[in-house]
Every structure is written in C-alpha cells, then in structure tokens.
C-alpha cells in the first residue's frame, strides 16, 4: 500500500480522503490556499503546504504547482477528490509523466467521458440505451432545430463538454427554441470555451437514478447497488438515497451490467459513476459517466458496509477488486442531504458567512456527518458553499426518513444563511415519503417546501423573548431569589414594570413588553399575553409555554438571534432603540442579490435604460443571474467591472430615475 499521498483538493472531501488513509496508516499532505490556512483538512492531514491565493484558478486549479508539491513532499499518489480536477485529463497525464499514480481512471478514459456526444457515441457501440436525440458534429441552428422536431417537444439542449447544470435550456415549443440556443450557447461557451449543443427528448416525468461502478487493473468489473439523485434543484443534487424506491430485481440488474458495460468500454479504472434517466414506464437511458468518486457515495457505502476510498487506494496501488459481484450484498435504506449555504426562499442563492454557532446531530451507526469546516470557519465567496453531508442509515426507507428529520431538527447553524429548514420540510414531505419522485419533484410541491414557517409567529416571539431575558438575567441571590434585587429588572416600589423590547424579523419591528413575576415571564404582544417559565442551560431553552412545556436551543450573536426548534430556524434582531422601517437604499440603485462574480456589464455610464433591461450578469453556484433595471433612467455609476468577486449587497450600478427618462 502507498506510505504517502497528496490530495488535491479541500474541504469535506479532503477530510474524507484523509479519514480513511489514516486508517490504513497512509500519511497526507493537504494543499491549500490563502483562504483555507486554518481548515479543517490542513489541520487534519500529517503535512500541508501552500499553493497560492484564494481563488482556485491560482492555487487548486495549478497542476504544476501541486506536482511539483507532491514530488517535494515524497508522496507516491495523488487523490483528486471531486470537482477542480478530478476528470481533468492533462492533470491525469501529469501524474503518470511525473512518477506519481493518479488515484482515477486512465487519461484516456476521462477523455473519452468529458464529451457526452462522444460518450454517446461509444455508449451506443457498447450496447447501453440511449434517450432518443442528436449528438454529431453539425453545429448550424438549422440543422439543430430540424433534430429538435425529430426528437419530438419537449426537448433537452445541453452543452457537449457541460456539467453542473450550466449551457443546460429545456425548450417546450419550436417558437422558443432559437432563444434558448442561443443563450445556451452563449453560457457554454463562458463556462467550457465550448458553445456546442447536443439535442435530447425531455422526459416529462424522469427520474435519476445512477449506478456505482468499480473497475481493476485486471479489467475486472462490479456495480455496487444504484443510488436515486431525483430531487434536484438546478440540475444539481440535493438529497440522494440508496437503492433507489421502487426498482424491480429485474431492472436493478440490467441497469448495472449496462454501467459496467459502459465502464468497460473505455477500459476504466478505480471509481465511477453511470447516470441513466429512468421513465415511469420502468425504461432507462444513458445521461453520462462521471470518472470519480461522487458527493453522494456515502449511502451506497452505508447500505453495502464498504469503504469507497479504501477501494480506490487498493486499486490504484494495483490490487484486485475487493470483492466478486455474487459476494455483494445490500441492507437497509440509506439517504444523503447536502447542507448549503444559500437561501432557498430567494430561488437558492449561494451565501457566505461566518459560522458563529455550529451543531451537528450526535453520529453514531444510524447517522453520519462529513465535513470540512468547524464553528469559527468563514463560508467564503471562493468555493462552493457546501456546508456538510448528513448521511443516514436505517433497515428501511420509512425508518431511514424517520432518522433523517431527528437528525435534521438537531442540526443548527448561525452566523450564515442555510438550508436546514428547506431539508427539513422536503425530508418529511408527505410525496416524497411516497417515493413520488421524479427530477421536477422541488417545482412541483413548492407549496410544501418553500414558505412552511410562518412568518411573525407570535409564539416565536415570545419564545424569543423568553431567550433574551435569561439571557440577560444573572443567577438568583440565594438567600432571596424572589428579592427586586435579584434580578436586571427595572424594579418599583409601588408598581410593575414591564420592559420594553423591541425584536425585528425581516422589515417588521414587533413592539413587546416584558414583566418578571414569581411565577415566571408574561410576554404582551399588542392584545396577546403569553406567560412563561424559562431556565437556560448553555444554548438550551427549558420553557414552559401557557402549559406547553418543551425545548429549544439558540444562539444570541451581539443583537442577533436564531432560534432553533421543531426543524426550524427561527431569526430575529434586538434593538436597543427603535428604528425606522424605511427603506435604506435610494431609488436607482441595484445591489447583488448574493455572493458571486460579475460576468458582463451590458451598460456604461450616460446609458439611458428601460425597466427590465439586463444591466449586469451575475454567476453564482454556477448558474447565471441576470440584473435589471428597476424603472426607466439614466445610468449615473457602475462600481463593478467583468470577472469582479461582489459580496451581497454591493452596489452593482446606480440609475437616475428621472422623469423624463421614465416618460
């Protein structure tokens, strides 16, 4: 086995990597930028070294550099991990010219996979079904929308050398297709530096369902169970499960000798992953292969009880495959959600923050957690905003839900918006307890996942005012706990005080009054009294509420503070004085939305503009978001340039808004 290798990469997969080397005693060396000196993966590994700035087109992205590193180092491997460049095959080669393994597949067969026109065309050799489509070289837009009839609306452009969802349009009619070409186009070209298309039938109702592939050096093959990645939001996953709801016997068996099929026909090595659509009729297509470890492959490793990294040590270090695909065996249910931070009611905005508070569910053999931060981290502008993967397992899919929505209500975040509260809500879903999934399922129940806590719900308030005042408070005297004395408030000889106390949630200042009493709180909220005992321990609330006695936790940041409760994140600022509720921006003036980089700037300065006009374009968690003018004006200032980094907020560009350019 290898004594020392390098993993080129950070953050939870880093961590992971470094996990299961350790076990097998096999030294690390992490890398890392400017921004990851103090991470997680750097404090873990057994050596790290620095390989330049924050943004990773100068450090994780610089092959020669984390060569030259793992040579200086004495590591024999390097690990890729996922994404940066793992299906990079001039990273691949780099490695084999340079002495050191690849722990991946060959060059060649990242190549052969990195177009999916021509991993087509080699599926169909192989004998793998495909969705019915065009792939050829022929690029004119004639040619593409003759092939789009042929296939039959609606249909699927996406971009020949694509990932992630970017140069990805579903177009429903004929008349909308030169517009979704074209802008198609245009993001793959900025994305990939390739504007090709290829043309597939969208399924209306698909599934994804995607097959786990291992193959040796000895040209040995296994597919180890099938993992369901449906619900998706921007074509990217956001909770996956093994094995997938709902497969026969029959159609599980198929579908993994097709995978291995694929995988041999490229002559793969080490750890891939077969993607196949799956329709409700119970046929399935080949989407495409990716040629690494994949984000979700801890559920298969819970429900087949092996390790996958370990697998691709063994491998790249030569040996067979660990085991025959008669001797695998599957148990239970295991599901995966991914914890982001963005915001989900603002159509999943990435955000970057600081993780002021940070609290995972309890691991044990029923859950799991990966990550690669800790409470102090900054979520940075720089990555992607993964956050952790909560893993769980259980002996069937009910039970495995069950586990997942325990574990999700115990998990708590401050400091940076996320989405726990939206898992929450999907995870207990009534349609996906169902198993009614399919790759629309967030689209189609947003009623169910989007908006499910109330906003100024005055029993949040009261509960959050219960939280301040203990806060606040000091323990009681003793000798006299009940004595005026013995408590912050505002004592009268001949009469009750009740503090004021002003919380705010959103853009809406809730006017509340606090009396201390021996038998506890009384909270008034205009007409409405709530009455309370409240004891803090730590972060945890004890609180009994007009007779409802239960729990919380929070986390009280200067005036900022997060509830957290029944799997809901509950947010809210205390103010010492009272503020006005106007607006703070100026009219004309357009802010980013969320974090990201500005990709084009469609005006200057002195332009005249329509309401609606796209002024700026935004990228972020690599999708684009456009920016429009808010009224008729003249543009005055633009702050940003192309290939800026923008914090939320930041002024993008300032508009005058004048009467007679609004006429």
């Excluded at 092939?147 to 140069?167: N, R």
């Excluded at 093994?242 to 291995?260: F, H, I, N």
């Excluded at 390790?307 to 660990?322: C, F, S, T």
Aim: a negative charge; glycine letters at 8%; aromatic letters at 6%.
């Amino acid at each position: 086995m290898f004594r020392k290798i390098l993993i080129a990469n950070r953050g939870e997969i880093a961590c992971r990597v470094i996990h299961t080397a350790h076990r097998l005693g096999i030294q690390c060396v992490a890398v890392y930028s400017d921004a990851d000196a103090n991470a997680r993966h750097v404090a873990m590994a057994d050596e790290a070294v620095r390989i330049g700035p924050a943004a990773s087109s100068d450090s994780y992205l610089r092959i020669d550099t984390i060569i030259e590193v793992a040579k200086q180092t004495g590591a024999e491997a390097i690990h890729p991990g996922y994404g940066f460049l793992s299906e990079n095959t001039e990273f691949a080669k780099a490695c084999d010219a340079n002495g050191l393994v690849f722990i991946g597949p060959p060059a060649s067969a990242i190549a052969a996979m990195g177009s999916k026109s021509a991993a087509k065309a080699i599926m169909e050799k192989a004998g793998v079904p495909l969705v019915p489509g065009y792939h050829g070289d022929d690029q004119s837009p004639d040619l593409l929308k003759a092939e789009a009839e042929k296939c039959g609306y609606p249909i699927l452009l996406k971009a020949v050398a694509g990932g992630g969802g970017k140069g990805m349009r579903v177009v429903e009619r004929p008349e909308d297709f030169d517009d979704a070409l074209s802008a198609a186009q245009r993001e793959a070209k900025n994305a990939f530096g390739n504007p090709n298309m290829l043309i597939e039938r969208y399924l209306t109702r698909p599934r994804h369902v995607e097959i786990q592939v291992f193959c040796d050096q000895q040209g040995n093959g296994i597919y180890l169970a099938e993992r369901d990645c449906s619900v998706q939001r921007r074509h990217q996953k956001v909770i996956e499960e093994a094995p997938a709801p709902g497969l026969s016997e029959d159609t599980r068996k198929a579908m993994g000798e097709a995978a291995v099929r694929a995988a041999q026909a490229i002559d793969y090595v080490g750890a891939g992953t077969v993607e196949f659509l799956y329709d409700v009729d119970g046929s399935f297509f080949f989407m495409e292969m990716n040629t690494r470890l994949q984000v979700e492959h801890p559920v298969t490793e819970m429900i087949t009880g092996q390790d996958l990294v370990e697998w691709q040590l063994r491998i790249a270090h030569g040996e067979p495959l660990p085991m025959a695909q008669q001797d695998l065996t599957i148990n239970g249910h295991a599901l995966e959600v991914r914890v982001y931070a963005e915001d989900p009611d603002h159509d999943f905005l990435p955000a970057t923050g600081h993780l002021h508070y940070l609290r995972t569910p309890a691991e044990n053999d029923h859950v799991r957690v990966d990550t690669g931060v800790r409470e102090g981290d900054d979520i940075s502008i720089h990555y992607d905003p993964m956050i952790a993967k909560l893993i769980v397992w259980d002996s069937t899919r009910e039970q495995a839900i069950n586990r997942l929505v325990t574990a999700l209500a115990s998990y708590r975040i401050a400091g940076v918006k996320n989405n726990l509260t939206f898992l929450h809500a999907l995870a207990d879903s009534e349609p996906f307890r169902q198993a009614d999934l399919t790759t629309g399922f967030i689209d189609q129940h947003q009623n169910l996942l989007f908006g499910t806590q109330p906003e100024n719900d005055p029993e949040d308030l009261a509960l959050a005012a219960a939280y301040v005042i203990t806060h606040r408070q000091p323990p009681r005297d003793s000798a006299d706990p009940w004595s005026p004395f013995a408590t912050l408030r505002q004592w009268r000889l001949n009469g009750e005080f009740a503090e004021p106390l002003l919380l705010k949630t959103g853009e809406t200042v809730h006017e509340l009054k606090v009396q201390v009493h021996k038998d506890g709180l009384r909270i008034h909220n205009g007409d409405r009294q709530d009455h309370l005992q409240a004891t803090l321990t730590d972060d945890r609330l004890d609180v009994t509420l007009n007779g409802h006695r239960q729990s919380l936790y929070g986390h009280l940041n200067g005036d900022e503070l997060t509830l957290f409760r029944h799997g809901r994140t509950f947010r809210c600022t205390v103010f010492k004085e009272r503020f006005g509720l106007e607006d703070a921006g100026h009219e004309g003036s357009l802010e980013a939305p969320m974090n990201g980089a500005v990709i084009a700037v469609q005006a200057k300065k002195g332009d005249t503009v329509t309401a609606g006009q796209t002024l700026v374009i935004m990228e972020a968690m690599k999708m684009e978001h456009a920016i429009k003018a808010p009224a008729n004006g003249v543009v005055t200032d633009v702050f940003y340039s192309e290939g800026d980094q923008v914090a939320e907020g930041a002024e993008l560009i300032a508009i005058d808004v004048t009467e007679e350019a609004s006429a």
